[in-house]
């Protein structure tokens, strides 16, 4: 019996054995979803994203037709790129503004959510030129990132620090109160200083800058043009979207926008000659009655965080001439 | 039977062992790499892996995507969010993992309703409606934006290709394929069709895997050790079942193997009829040895007249008893019995000589010559035991030699006394050898030698043996010279050997005792010139019995 026992133990070990053949499958086992988010977008892609803007813009700066921009062009940059197009085939060889592909600087968005903002500071598009700031917009899944507007940031300008792309940067509502000024509200207090000028509430918030001063240095001229002969009118409002705004390293942030300047001068028994550039635009180079002017301004801030008593920085800018009409 | 079935099945499963281990490690030898499908539900072009489900298996994988005649396959690769995102409410399948080793388990998802109306309003401001189909550099702009805008109108899953999502992409008509090094965080696979009918398309996930054969060395290893264990347990059986059927066979001849000597002549039945003649051997007497009797007269004396155990047997019942100890050395030859012959026969000689002392004989001495006899001649030992045996054993021999010897008794005091009368009665002539004449001698041994040429015939067994034994016989050339001596010796080898001890009467009791095989226990075939010799002065031993015993 004591062998019997034995032997059918045996047995059975024996074929438990050979039953634990059949080895677990394999399960998976996925990160958990981290705390922090992670940048939407790898630097690859940011390469890739800006490499696939340049060939579009490439291929319709070269055959100036703004349909092929739709892909990847879209806001006020598609506006500017309008008006380009527009002037170039005027016969204005500069009038493209040149888009370099290389990044210097990328503010990567952390978000999970549409729409996603990427900033892309590019090396100088040449000698002694000053580098653009890039703003891309995706604003669905099924959407590309789509340049939105380009800043050049202006000479001496001080880009605030912003987190590495690897970490990347927060994307900021147009109402985040974390800033000393809301994003909205910086375009909407800018447009009243630029109205406003002294009179503006708003006019120390904002630190002295480069457009503001083209700006009105433009009115004076048409105004000088126009004398005693017609009226001038200038109208600014926040335009195309936006603003986008991200966080910057000290708990500011870099709001970028639209500023839509109206010029509107009515002519009394006089006609204007007008320079090239809005010539181009209008098609012709005296007006008899009146003129209308349309500027679109990407503007950058520099918004420092709530609390803060320093100033609204513009840091980069670009002015042009998108639509002129006239008689 | 219980034991060999187990043993049976403690081979069988060892083989089996060994069979299933090597074929797991060959027939069943797991393959490569591993390979899983899976196939998005009907009616759906999207399909999606959790995350986690690229890596479960290894960090490399490649996956492989097919879809029917003409569908465009697209292979894309993101973060699981982005994945979701740009799937948003189509419908699609989720692969949720591996529902065995060749399909991957899948989870179906519904489209929503609100997909539509929420993708329209997104757009904005500009023609979005191209965008997604053109796909950046895509070759034909304005082509592909038209059939983008039917696309996205007919089908709920525009091709995803090209989106800035997705870090790695493949597509192909038909078949794609994308290889993919596992990273940190959560990503996820989308595999779409996409063309006017666009079916579901089915995925293929690869990865490699690093083979191994954990079975191979325990189910040898183990499978032997049983089957060893079986063959093992078989054998033992086997020669347990044929030692026993071995022992059944040879019982009766084994048994006298393993049983004491000394038990022997006793244990054995056919002595008994035997053991009976020492009332036989007076009535046979005359009958038995004519020529000893004629030769004993002299010798035996007053001894001699109850010289009845001289012949203590009838012929028949000699050669009865021949034959059986023929029977007996043959079983003990095939027994292998005989080598403890031997050795008391050296012995048996050396205690002889000291016949001159009655009783004297050192029981150790005798021990071996009783056991030889006994062995020889269980008769003899029958009824006594150890030394009482000798006493007996010897007992028998002594009559018959003293009654030959009767030369000798005038050199010891008491077959002095005795052989005068017999002597005188019987043979007038010869009693005056008795001092040291070897006259008697010859008499005496002639009947010895002539029963032994003569009567060969009737006696063959005994006096076979006896010729056998060559030198036992007088009439071997080597007993010539000493039986002479021997013969005349009693007066005056004997002498030498044992002072005061005369064992003249050797002759003729010598062939006496070997004519009763006494001798023969002795010495053994091989030895007998060495024993012979020696075994002389027993029969003075036995003269002294005579005198004492009978």
Known sequence: MNRLARTSAGAVAACALLAACSAPLPVPEPDAVPAALPPAVSTTQVEDVLGEVSAVLAEADAATQLELLTPRVTGPAMTVRNAEYVLTQA????????????????????????????????????????????????????????????????????????????????????????LAVPPADVLARYADVLTNGAA??????????????????????????????????????????????????????????????????????????????????????????NLGITWISMVAFAVPPAGSTEPIRMIGAEHSRVQVTGE | MLQRALASLLCLLGAAAIGLGFASATLWRASDTLEASATAADGSTLLMTDPGVLDMAADEVTVRASAGSGDTVVLALGRTADVEAWIGTDAHTRVTGLAD???????????????????????????????????????????????????????????????????????????????????????????????ESAGAP??????????????????????????????????????????????GRTRDDARPVSVPLGAQGVAVPTTAPVSAPSLGWANDTPTVAPGTATTSLPAPGGVGTTADPAVPMTRRQLRELDQQRERDRHRRRDSGAVPQVPAPGSPSSAPAPAPGVPAPVPAEHVAPEQAAVRARFPLAVQGPGASPAVAAGTAPAAPSGAAPTAPSAPMSGPGRQGVPAPGLRSTPGVPAGPVVQPVPVPTSQAPVTTPDAEPQDRRGGLLGRLRRRGPATPVSEPDVERTPAAASAPAVVAPDTVPGRPGAPAPSADAWRRAWGFSGVATPPGEEPAGWTPVEPEENAGGRHDGGAR
């Open chain 1, 200 to 289: 503006s509430p708003h006019v120390a918030e904002f630190a002295e800058d480069p457009l503001t001063t083209g700006i009105r240095s433009t009115r004076e001229a048409y105004g000088g043009l126009v004398g005693e002969n017609g009226t001038l009118a200038e109208t600014y409002q926040p335009t195309g979207g936006g603003p986008y705004a991200v966080q910057t390293a000290d708990g500011g942030a870099i709001v970028v926008g639209a500023i839509q300047t109206v010029t509107t001068i009515t002519l009394a028994d006089s006609t204007l000659k007008i320079g090239d550039q809005t010539a181009g635009l209008l098609g012709k180079d005296t007006v008899a009655s």
């Open chain 1, 91 to 178: 016969g204005d060889t500069t009038a493209i503004t040149p888009v370099p592909a290389a990044a210097q600087t990328v503010i990567a968005p952390t978000t999970d959510a549409w729409p996603r903002t990427l900033m892309v500071v590019t090396e100088p598009p040449a000698d002694l030129q000053p580098p653009l700031l890039l703003t891309f917009v995706q604003n669905s899944p099924r959407e590309q990132y789509q340049l939105w507007s380009w800043s050049r940031l202006f000479p001496g300008a001080q880009m605030p620090a912003t987190a590495q792309p690897e970490v990347g940067s927060a994307l900021l509502p147009v109402d985040a109160d974390t």
């Open chain 2, 101 to 195: 080793l060749r399909t991957l388990s899948t989870d179906d998802v519904a489209a929503t309703a609100p997909e539509a109306t929420e993708e329209t309003p997104a757009e904005g401001e500009v023609p979005a409606e191209g965008e997604a189909p053109v796909e950046g550099e895509a070759p034909a702009e304005g082509e592909a934006a038209t059939t983008g805008d039917d696309a996205a109108a007919a089908t709920p899953a525009p091709n995803p290709s090209g989106s800035d999502l997705w870090l790695v992409e493949a597509s192909g008509d038909g078949e794609a394929e994308l290889e993919w090094q596992a990273q940190d965080g959560r990503w996820s696979l989308l595999v779409a069709t996409t063309g």
């Open chain 2, 202 to 247: 089915t995925v293929t996930l690869v990865w490699p895997q690093v083979v191994t054969t954990p079975w191979l060395v325990p189910g040898v290893a183990g499978g032997a050790a049983l089957l060893l264990a079986g063959l093992v347990w078989w054998a033992v059986l086997l020669l347990r079942s044929r030692r026993a059927g071995h022992a």
